[in-house]
């Protein structure tokens, strides 16, 4: 993660930043995954966050909490909204990724049953995915569980309803076209 105190004009590499200073502009460069942005209504912190599935394993959400709890954050402050990104409909993996995900990604406070079960599928995706032996995996919803886990109230968590793979007029997406083309989203403070 990067701080208010990188060098301006440096190019770093990161799936996070933060900003403590009034009237800062942060970004991230998405497709699929998702950009979560924090606020804190109190200090007027910031952070922006690049997250899909490896970032949810390596827990950047956790991390990035306790960076603003070093910052005197109090949880009831800290606002969080996750904009668009891939649905679940439209991120299928294999049965070992899958699993591997819940290993790493494995939370203790909130049980999560993301198990995929025929009714969540129409008839030819069922086909398909058995075929492929693929599962849906529901970044959003885990995202979700990882904020409540933190200790987030959910009354301040918003997430966006759009997918990325679905909207191809409005955004980008390299599960659908493998296209290095991407969505700018920010925050300010």
């Known amino acids: 993660m990067l701080g208010s105190h990188s060098q301006e004009g440096s190019k770093t590499d990161a799936d996070g930043l933060i900003g403590n200073k009034f009237n800062q502009n942060l970004w991230v460069y998405t497709a699929d995954c998702m950009p979560i942005f924090f606020a804190d209504k109190r200090t007027r912190n910031v952070a922006a966050l690049h997250c899909g599935r490896k970032g949810l394993e390596k827990k950047i959400i956790k991390n990035l909490v306790k960076i603003f709890d070093n910052l005197g ?86 997430i966006s309803n759009l997918c990325t793979y679905e909207l191809k007029n409005e955004f980008n997406s390299w599960r659908r076209s493998q296209t290095i083309s991407r969505q700018w989203n920010f925050i300010s403070s």
């Open 73 to 158: 954050t109090y949880r009831d402050d800290l606002l969080v909204a996750i904009g668009p990104a891939i649905s679940k409909e439209h991120y299928l993996v294999d049965k070992k990724t899958l699993k591997e995900f819940y290993r790493k990604s494995e939370m203790k406070k909130i049980a999560v049953n993301f198990t995929r079960t025929d009714k969540d599928l129409c008839f030819n995706d069922l086909n398909q995915l058995k075929e492929q032996n693929l599962n849906k995996l529901d970044l959003k919803r885990f995202a979700y569980r990882q904020l409540l886990n933190e200790n987030i109230p959910y009354s301040n968590i918003e």
